[in-house]
């Protein structure tokens, strides 16, 4: 369904004609909707970690007499003040992603630097749950656009599938190039989404398991991020997954043409 906005303005030219004007507010009052929702969504996310901070450190104050207690809700504490770093930082993360010219203002990014990057950042809270990382080998692929996004969104990833998988797994990460278009796939063995949670991981704030999310020290930003990102760079991101076995997310963006190569003259021979 689409509505169309037109904001209108009358004045009297003489006795016989009117002059109207009419502006096409339909996209901008869209974006203002949006940036609506966004809002009310972040607030209401923040509601419940900054809510349990001030009700843990009340209990704190009541309680300063049994050390047990004290030192309990000290570490609840630090939990949901960690979480609500996490958010903060997804929410920061987020708004950076927004509409922003990355392929224009960017330039070449290694996609073997983005994957290692990436993988090398999750290495130890991998280890630490026994599962393994393992990365593909080398191709050239090159595109044009932000690092430091690409980064983020293979981070996301990588980051997901060692979250919502059990300990002792393995989670592939391999790096393709065919046709122009360079691929980035994230394989894991974790608990899967099922066919009607599939459309929907994208979304911002979505979560298919509440609780299981927050207790991974998820923030339900991450899928929406990576979609963010992927197109800002041209590309597009799919899934596949089986509750149970296990979840593929891809990746796939245009390669960077060298741009000497595309647009030269063809050489005449002497
Ligand atoms: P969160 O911070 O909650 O992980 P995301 O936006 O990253 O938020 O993901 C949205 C939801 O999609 C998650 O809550 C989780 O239920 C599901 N999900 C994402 N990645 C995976 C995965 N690799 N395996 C299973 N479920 C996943």
Redesign the pocket.
């Known amino acids: 369904q689409s509505t169309l906005v037109l904001e209108m303005r009358v004045a009297p030219l003489d006795e016989e004609y009117i002059l109207i004007l009419a502006d096409d507010r339909t996209d901008a009052t869209r974006t203002e909707a949006m940036r609506h929702d966004f809002v009310v969504n972040v607030s209401h996310e923040l509601k419940t970690p900054v809510g349990a901070i001030s009700l843990l450190a009340e209990a704190i104050d009541d309680a300063a007499d049994d050390e047990v207690a004290v030192r309990r809700f000290a570490t609840r504490l630090g939990i949901e003040s960690t979480r609500l770093t996490a958010l903060v930082q997804?929410i920061i993360e987020f708004s950076r992603v927004q509409a922003k010219d990355v392929v224009r203002e960017g330039g070449p990014v290694d996609l073997n630097r983005v994957v290692a990057e990436a993988v090398d950042r999750l290495r130890l809270t991998a280890e630490a749950r026994d599962i393994r990382l393992k990365a593909g080998g080398r191709v050239d692929a090159v595109v044009h656009g932000d690092a430091d996004q690409l980064m983020t969104a293979v981070r996301?990833?990588v980051d997901?599938?060692v979250?919502?998988?059990p300990d002792g797994t393995t989670v592939g990460i391999g790096l393709s190039s065919r046709d122009g278009l360079a691929q980035i796939t994230?394989t894991?063995q974790?608990?899967?989404?099922s066919p009607e949670?599939q459309g929907r991981?994208?979304e911002?704030f979505?979560?298919?398991?509440?609780a299981?999310?927050r207790q991974?020290?998820?923030?339900?930003?991450?899928?929406?991020?990576?979609k963010h990102v992927v197109i800002n760079h041209g590309g597009e991101v799919t899934l596949w997954?089986q509750p149970g076995r296990?979840?593929t997310?891809t990746i796939r963006l245009p390669e960077w043409e060298e741009p000497a190569v595309r647009g030269a003259a063809p050489v005449e021979p002497p």
């Open positions: 997804d996301n990833l997901n599938a979250r919502y998988s994230v894991d974790g608990v899967g989404i949670e991981v994208f911002r979505y979560r298919v398991d509440g299981r999310s991974t020290g998820g923030t339900g930003l991450g899928l929406s991020i990576v997954s296990g979840s997310f």
